[in-house]
């Protein structure tokens, strides 16, 4: 059976007149603000599914045997649908600037002057044209597989099968060819980036110092997050200089990739490396959880290393080159193979110590750490001996940690900003507030989680295809437009854009998250002595405004 598009006027139009439906959708205001080049890939995108789910129809219309379209009345009924679908893109096309300008107005950005209408719609055209060209393609190798079919057996049996094998041969050239290579492209590209092996700054002289001559840990294998995270942070003078009290140099232990191929060697070399520099003698321990590249945010470590007077250690370990989110999609395992390697090998060492003698320990992640350093904690695990906390930042919306935390709020709490219980063990913050919201002490163990209600990371939701999200269908947060709606399919495309633009929010908003916000998380959870609100106005001189190089730490 070769589809075609000329057995009647309503088979011609129908489809495209959904996608433009969608497309007119798809320019309504989601979490974060669009450019007229995501706008215009958006709307191609939905064009081509709405288009796409006009043709299944059709196909639902013939297989059931039902006549073909083609009378007066059918092409009146046509014009009738195709006015307001024309009205309602007319119209959306006018509202996007006003729509993206409410969405900036929440998040501090300027407001735009006009969207180019010109070029969103041509690049929708084209991008369209390369989704309409790929179902084209897809279609020929299926008539092709069918056609083969039909000389052995019946039409029927060879439509069915035909089907099955042609997304069959797709999965497996998908599986087996493409996504290993753009693994190793991506893999290949970033390390190549990172500054690995020859190509590495000379190392510390400083034997104190991780990737020194005497250090444990390969300064050449670290890859550039690593050697930033190692070189950047305070140093005891400009500790001293904000709090006026004296302190040490904090230790940082930080173990690369292409240190071992196997996770829980580099977790043990972290672990020789934390006791050869005497880690365990600090007053704070934290295992940290990098993101995909490697990267730590000093926004959260140096104003950390100020509050406890240098008297702490931070480790953590590499576990990809990719940005999050291609490691989420390519490398899932990997991340949670190493938060849970590094854990369990520093938390076996630090429960065996003297409990009156060992250091503080807490884990830190921000994005895809938060979302691994959560997989790593075994709650049952540590039971019987807890740590003293965890501070999880953007925890992405596949944690499942966060998800029963969320789960569990008290009713009438919100979504965005929940309260779990009396807030003794679980407490919530965004930018605005919400930790002084508990009406208990904190129990033994500590845990917050901070988030930005903008945060497409936090607050994508795959079952956004068929239903509102939960957050949707409460009052919106301050940085949240009012004008956002649920639209079935539209909104599922549309948080997926949110998530890929989420990182380049303004700080405080998004995924960009402030050093105010770190600081007001460290303060609660770790309960620093003799930490002022003087120290903090300080401190925050130093380090707002400064989101990837952290702090003043001169």
Not at 28 to 36: A, D, E, N
Not at 219 to 230: K, V
Not at 500 to 518: C, I, Q, W
Request: net charge neutral; hydrophobic share 45%; aromatic share 10%.
């Amino acid at each position: 059976m070769k589809i075609t598009l000329t057995r009647g006027v309503t088979f011609q139009v129908f489809p495209l007149l959904l996608g433009l439906l969608l497309f007119a959708a798809s320019l309504s205001p989601s979490l974060i603000p669009r450019s007229w080049v995501f706008e215009g890939v958006l709307g191609g995108v939905l064009t081509a599914i709405g288009y796409l789910v006009g043709r299944v129809l059709q196909l639902a219309w013939l297989a059931a045997g039902l006549p073909s379209p083609r009378s007066r009345s059918a092409r009146i009924a046509l014009v009738i649908f195709a006015i307001p679908v024309l009205v309602l893109w007319i119209y959306a096309l006018w509202n996007t600037t006003d729509w993206q300008n409410s969405i900036r107005a929440r998040v501090g950005m300027p407001p735009i002057e006009s969207t180019d209408w010109t070029k969103l719609l041509i690049l929708s055209v084209l991008v369209f044209a390369a989704c309409y060209l790929l179902g084209v393609l897809v279609s020929l190798l299926f008539r092709t597989l069918r056609n083969r079919l039909y000389r052995i057996m019946p039409a029927r049996t060879a439509n069915l099968l035909g089907v099955l094998l042609a997304v069959a041969l797709l999965f497996v050239m998908t599986m087996d060819g493409l996504v290993p290579f753009v693994i190793r492209t991506l893999d290949s590209s970033y390390e190549e980036a990172q500054r690995l092996f020859d190509t590495a700054p000379p190392a510390p002289r400083d034997p104190r110092r991780a990737g020194s001559a005497e250090s444990l840990v390969g300064w050449q294998q670290m890859g550039q997050p690593g050697r930033d995270f190692i070189q950047n942070g305070p140093g005891a003078a400009a500790i001293t200089a904000v709090t006026g009290r004296p302190a040490l140099d904090p230790i940082r232990v930080y173990v690369g990739r292409a240190q071992d191929n196997d996770p829980q060697v580099r977790a043990q070399v972290a672990l020789k490396e934390l006791i050869r520099l005497q880690a365990f003698d600090r007053a704070v321990l934290v295992v940290a959880s990098p993101t995909g590249t490697g990267w730590l945010d000093p926004s959260s470590f140096d104003p950390l290393e100020y509050i406890h007077d240098g008297d702490i250690a931070t480790v953590a370990a590499q576990y990809s080159y990719m940005q999050s989110p291609m490691a989420l999609i390519f490398e899932t395992d990997t991340g949670l193979d190493q938060a849970k390697a590094m854990f369990t090998t520093v938390y076996d060492y630090w429960k065996d110590l003297p409990p009156d003698s060992r250091p503080r320990l807490y884990v830190h992640g921000l994005s895809l750490g938060a979302w691994s350093s959560m997989y790593a904690v075994d709650l049952l695990r540590i039971f019987d001996d807890p740590i003293q906390g965890a501070f999880w930042v953007g925890s992405p919306f596949l944690s499942t940690k966060w998800r029963d935390a969320t789960a569990a709020r008290n009713l009438g709490s919100p979504f965005v900003s929940p309260e779990v219980g009396d807030g003794a063990l679980i407490r919530f913050f965004t930018q605005y507030g919400g930790l002084e919201r508990a009406t208990a002490d904190w129990a033994r163990m500590r845990v917050i989680y901070l988030q930005h209600a903008s945060d497409g990371i936090v607050f994508y939701d795959p079952a956004s295809l068929w239903r509102a999200p939960p957050w949707l269908r409460e009052p919106p947060a301050p940085d949240v437009s009012p004008e956002i709606r649920f639209l079935p399919i539209v909104t599922q495309f549309q948080l997926a854009i949110d998530m890929m633009l989420s990182l380049g929010m303004p700080l405080g908003y998004g995924h960009s998250y402030a050093p105010r916000e770190y600081l007001t998380g460290w303060i609660e959870l770790s309960d620093p002595a003799n930490w002022t609100d003087a120290d903090t106005a300080r401190l925050m001189e130093r380090c707002s405004g400064r989101s990837e190089t952290g702090c003043d730490n001169r």
